[in-house]
């Protein structure tokens, strides 16, 4: 079975860091496009960063350019968010979320994934 474990949100104030990890299992990473996503109270579901392994291309939301990066450890089959110098606006629960590259079309719609691991809450304060 395909499954997905996130973990690492917390609070934070703004300025820090934090790094969220996501532990796939029933799956080979490699074989999966991967996306972190979050959504914040009262607002729709958003795409945060992505690697789709269809075209070989990772994808961030222009807000969080430059600030966050998803790197992964195919040895630990885990992909990670990190995330720096933090603002209050990225308060948000963060899911990771996983499908077979060839489901996979888009950059980052949250649409087209499957399989989601449950979400972690981040909390950042000014």
């Known amino acids: 079975d395909v499954q997905l474990q996130a973990s690492g949100g917390g609070l934070v104030q703004a300025g820090g860091s934090l790094r969220l990890s996501c532990v796939a299992s029933g799956f080979i990473l490699d074989d999966y496009s991967i996306g972190w996503f979050r959504q914040a109270p009262g607002k729709e579901r958003e795409g945060v960063s992505c690697?789709?392994?269809?075209?070989?291309?990772?994808t961030y939301a222009h807000s969080v350019k430059g600030r966050f990066t998803i790197p992964s450890d195919n040895a630990k089959n885990t992909v990670y968010l990190s995330m720096n110098d933090l603002k209050p606006e990225d308060t948000a629960v963060y899911y990771c979320?996983?499908?077979?590259?060839?489901?996979?079309?888009?950059?980052?719609?949250?649409?087209?994934?499957?399989?989601w691991g449950q979400g972690t809450q981040v909390t950042v304060s000014s």
């Open positions: 690697i789709r392994r269809g075209g070989g291309t990772t």
């Open positions: 979320a996983a499908d077979h590259w060839k489901v996979v079309t888009g950059p980052c719609d949250s649409n087209e994934y499957s399989y």
